[in-house]
Nanobody
């Protein structure tokens, strides 16, 4: 059983930056692909980014490509999401999740954190 805890969310102005962290415990972190997802009010949860267990393979949603960067530290059992050039439409609850495969499909992620709120003001 893997436990995931996100942190780093907050309120930021458009054009600003935030770095989200997700600390993992209770399992072999380095054996999982790690992903970030987000859910805005009234919308379905959507894929943001994912990283293979070594970090050599990454995928991004088109809406964040070039602005967000996913990275991981397998010694600290932590995955990060650096978010730059933030837009009001990036406002959502952000979740990290663990999967046995590097996939973008929400349903294929087995473990989830509780989420952290990101609010981007215009």
């Amino acid at each position: 059983q893997v436990q995931l805890v996100e942190s780093g969310g907050g309120l930021v102005q458009a054009g600003g930056s935030l770095r989200l962290s997700c600390a993992a415990s209770g399992g072999t972190f380095s054996s999982y692909a790690m992903g970030w997802f987000r859910q805005a009010p009234g919308k379905e949860r959507e894929f943001v980014a994912t990283s293979s267990w070594r970090g050599g393979v990454t995928y991004y949603a088109d809406s964040v490509k070039g602005r967000f960067t996913i990275s991981r530290d397998n010694v600290k059992n932590t995955v990060y999401l650096q978010m730059n050039s933030l837009k009001p439409e990036d406002t959502a609850v952000y979740y990290c999740a663990a999967s046995e495969r590097v996939v973008t499909t929400t349903a294929l992620y087995k473990y989830w954190g509780q989420g952290t709120q990101v609010t981007v003001s215009s």
